[in-house]
């Protein structure tokens, strides 16, 4: 008998209860820290994940100032409670990797060239992690960075799908990342239909990839929907809190 974990079940269902194509339950809200100048909060299944961001600002050291745009800074940071086996606090390979990798999705959204001279830095904290945590801090920062009042040409949301048991899924979770046989995951700006990440980890015929990139842009479009309704129900509440102050 084989020792490997069956990841769907007779019924077509997934660890989790889900379908192949559906997402892990969603929870966004923005503005949860006063101290920085723009902040979210993402719950995406057992993920739970923070990103704060702060700017545009002087840029400290001076010497990385650029003289026709903005420095766009981003540090992803798992806490040593995230995971089940403590993790140390100090940045890993795989921690400054995410950081690149999600500066880089989020770049091309963000009219930079409107504050030379200046940094705008993010922060992603990772409380929780169960799996697509790189997509998922992506989501957030974006989120963060409208807070912020950052001028963008659109959101960014990131999703993962991935082939699980010979099955191609959306939103893979911690097991089914580690367990599958591939992973997909995306960044996509709905409204200029652009991708500004696209990553592979595993082996999938070009149909296969082409089916897993299209699942993941239509998750994608999903969790864009999230992000507006957050985005409204925060700026609904400050504007009639500033009604009830003029009352």
Not at 65 to 81: G, I, K, N, S, T
Not at 174 to 200: C, H
């Amino acid at each position: 008998m084989s020792g490997k974990i069956r990841l769907i079940n007779g019924n077509g269902l997934r660890v989790d209860g889900r379908r192949p194509n559906e997402l892990r339950s969603i929870k966004m809200e923005v503005g949860v820290l006063s101290n920085a100048d723009g902040s979210a909060y993402i719950e995406q299944g057992k993920n739970k994940i923070l990103a704060a961001v702060y700017g545009p600002r002087e840029v400290h050291p001076r010497h990385l100032a650029l003289p026709d745009r903005a420095l766009l800074r981003c540090r992803y940071h798992m806490a040593p409670f995230s995971v089940e086996e403590r993790k140390s606090p100090a940045p890993s390979r795989r921690e400054i990797e995410l950081s690149k990798v999600i500066k880089e999705a989020l770049e091309p959204a963000i009219f930079l060239e409107k504050f030379p001279r200046t940094s705008i830095d993010i922060f992603i904290e990772v409380l929780q992690a169960d799996g697509g945590t790189r997509c998922a801090g992506t989501t957030v920062a974006a989120l963060a960075l409208a807070d912020a009042g950052i001028p963008m040409r659109d959101l960014v949301v990131a999703c993962a799908a991935g082939k699980v048991d010979g099955v191609l899924v959306l939103d893979l979770n911690d097991i089914e990342d580690k367990e599958g046989e591939a992973d997909v995951p995306v960044a996509y700006m709905p409204n200029l239909g652009l991708i500004s990440l696209l990553q592979m980890d595993g082996s999938l015929t070009i149909e296969e990839f082409n089916q897993s990139l299209n699942l993941a842009m239509e998750g994608c479009k999903q969790i864009y929907k999230f992000q507006k309704e957050a985005l409204r129900s925060r700026y609904v509440t400050i504007k009639e809190e500033v009604e009830e102050c003029l009352r």
